[in-house]
């Protein structure tokens, strides 16, 4: 019987109400019919995209950072460490003092002169080793070529530019920097950034008389940097673009507290899209930085506002290694025969960093029959290994690891060199 009554009322439902029968009277007194489905999408709880970053990270760079990866992600959740920029424009000697009382330290000649200590070290010792193995002429051959090598070859000097100074608190202290203030020309002090974003700008090695293109520049960090070299001082030139004119604004805003004018009107700052940089002005630059967009770990794994790890930019994120790819194509057809480019982020994914470089190699000799050489620079994880952590197993360039004792980065740097 109930399973007749079942088919009947299916047959009913099927059929629809006959006069006078309301919904209600078929399907029950108790029940109602609903005519519109719940919304779910509204309801259900929403995945924060700090947690989709983390979890992203969790999966991949486990296998790529192995054993080390529970120590940077711990580094990644803490509060970062900052570095004061000196600003060369400004008051130098009371900005310096008033660093140096804080216990900050400018590791870039700080290293510099470590080195030098350590070459004038190896040199000596050399030069008493071949004492004891016998003289020609007063000098032993040993010691001779020794002391040709420390006179003529002083190591770092060629390649690190000792007018961009960076002062930092030593590892383990998380002192803060307080904001810098203007002196009495109402040009601030020094800018507080990631110290690692310093590395770019020095393995670029800008002279003076250079041409630089700075593809990607806002907010303004690195191309600050760069004029501290004083590359628009004395006969250099500096091309900031940035695709984003709001972003663009930005780097107005930041020159205009840090440069003095004159300066400031020896820079060019454009909105180009950066991917067809060749088509405006290709084959010129003797210097060419390449910041790219990227995943921006630090970010995505602590703040939700503008986190690329959103649901809604999915697309955005999966198509980042295509535009980065671009854009270090088109730095590196902007420079000259002979040029350098630097491309950095600031991720730890192999995706963006070395697959990046090597597929623009690849592309390079092949689409356009253009040259292209990697450069080595380990002689700087050598040189700053005090102030960073640098991961040993980056198969191109170089690329620094968050640590809780120096919580930097992350920050990837290579450097080519266009045949």
Request: glycine share 8%.
């Amino acid at each position: 019987m109930a399973a007749l009554l079942g088919g009947a009322a299916a047959a009913l439902l099927r059929r629809g109400p006959g006069p006078g029968l309301g919904a209600g009277a078929v399907l029950g007194a108790g029940q109602r019919r609903h005519r519109h489905k719940e919304k779910w999408a509204t309801t259900a709880p929403r995945i924060p995209s700090t947690r989709l970053a983390l979890h992203h990270f969790d999966t991949s760079y486990s296998l790529h950072l192995g054993e080390l990866w529970p120590s940077v992600r711990a580094g990644l959740l803490c509060e970062q460490k900052y570095g004061a920029l000196l600003n060369n424009f400004s008051a130098v000697d009371h900005v310096t003092q008033e660093l140096e009382l804080l216990n900050a330290t400018d590791f870039v000649s700080e290293a510099l002169q470590k080195a030098q200590q350590s070459q004038r070290g190896a040199a000596a010792r050399e030069a008493v080793r071949g004492s004891q193995e016998g003289c020609v002429q007063g000098r032993t051959v040993i010691q001779a070529e020794t002391m040709t090598q420390a006179e003529t070859s002083p190591p770092f000097r060629a390649s690190i530019s000792p007018k961009i100074k960076c002062y930092t608190f030593p590892r383990g202290d998380i002192t803060r920097f307080c904001p810098a203030r203007p002196d009495i020309l109402g040009l601030l002090g020094y800018y507080l950034m990631d110290a690692a974003s310093v590395l770019p700008v020095l393995a670029l090695d800008v002279q003076q008389d250079d041409l630089v293109l700075d593809l990607c520049a806002a907010p303004g960090g690195k191309t600050l940097a760069l004029l501290q070299t004083g590359l628009c001082v004395s006969g250099g030139h500096l091309a900031a673009n940035d695709v984003s004119i709001s972003r663009t604004k930005r780097l107005h805003q930041i020159l205009h507290k840090y440069v003095p004018r004159e300066v400031r009107e020896a820079v060019s700052v454009t909105s180009y899209d950066g991917r067809d940089w060749q088509d405006v002005d290709g084959g010129t630059f003797h210097k060419v930085l390449v910041d790219v967009p990227c995943t921006t770990d630090r970010h995505s794994a602590m703040e939700e506002d503008n986190n690329i790890f959103h649901k809604r930019r999915t697309k955005e994120r999966q198509m980042l290694p295509m535009l980065q790819l671009q854009l270090l194509m088109a730095g590196i057809l902007a420079a000259k025969p002979g040029g350098d480019v630097v491309y950095s982020t600031c991720s730890l994914s192999p995706l963006q960093n070395e697959c990046v470089v090597e597929r623009a190699v690849e592309i390079a000799e092949t689409q356009f029959n253009v040259s292209v050489h990697v450069e080595d620079l380990s002689h700087l994880r050598t040189l700053f290994q005090d102030t960073f952590s640098f991961f040993s197993d980056c198969r191109l360039g170089e690329l620094v690891l968050p640590h809780l004792t120096a919580n930097f980065g992350p920050m990837y740097f290579c450097k080519l060199r266009r045949m």
